[in-house]
């Protein structure tokens, strides 16, 4: 059965501190890696990933995919208190669906 | 550009009454559509999927059921709620032959007391 595992499930930091969001998937027939950001209601695409060793960058947030060790991370530099937030990590394989893990409860405190 | 709707808000149901979410998306055509529940402390979880008008498909064995009468139009359904079937349920969109990123509708806040 096709799994997403993130860790940790909760982080609390400090404005200005920089975070590392994991993500380890077993997905049959790989494809892509998602991250969203989910503050109160729909979640927000961040990135989708499909080759090891390309990074994505949008602003402050970046991410990495390792296809070999079937893991992503999601860094945060310089937090401020909107990105506090759950942060999503989805797994597509070679059906439609996309295999979320549980989530990161990430809390920035000013 | 394309924006996806689901209503209601928010519902509070008693248990063994029938349901019936709806979702909408426009600024495109023939697109995937999607149901996802989301219970606290869960991850997303989805439950149905459409390809094409009248097309859906299950994803889990449960008490819910869905339906797309029109090309961008979705609904979740129960005929008797179950207070299991409380959650956070949003509907999601891509369109087909792209990549597999979704969009996500803003969500119903459902309550079985």
């Known amino acids: 059965e096709d799994k997403v595992v993130q860790s940790p499930l909760s982080l609390v930091v400090h404005e200005g501190d920089t975070v590392t969001l994991n993500c380890s998937y077993e997905v049959t027939n790989f494809r892509s890696l998602l991250w969203y950001k989910q503050e109160k209601k729909a979640p927000t695409f961040l990135f989708m990933l499909t080759s090891s060793g390309i990074e994505k960058k949008s602003g402050r947030l970046s991410s990495i995919l390792d296809k070999k060790e079937l893991f992503s991370i999601l860094n945060i530099t310089a937090t401020q208190t909107g990105d506090s937030a759950v942060y999503l990590c989805a797994g597509q394989g070679g059906s439609e669906k996309l295999v979320f893990g549980k989530g990161t409860k990430l809390t920035v405190n000013p | 550009s394309q924006t996806i709707h689901q209503w209601p808000a928010t519902l509070v149901q008693p248990v063994g009454s029938p349901l019936s979410l709806e979702c909408t998306v426009e600024?495109?055509?023939?697109?995937?559509l999607y149901w996802y529940r989301q219970a606290a402390g869960r991850g997303l979880q989805l439950l149905f999927y459409s390809v094409g008008i009248g097309q859906i498909s299950s994803e889990v064995p449960q008490n819910l059921s869905a339906s797309r009468p029109q090309d961008r139009q979705f609904i979740l359904s129960s005929k008797k709620l179950l207070l299991s079937d409380s959650g956070f349920y949003l509907c999601a969109w891509r369109n087909v032959g792209t990549s597999g990123r979704q969009f996500f509708g803003p969500g119903t806040r459902l309550t079985v007391l």
């Open positions: 600024g495109t055509s023939n697109p995937n």
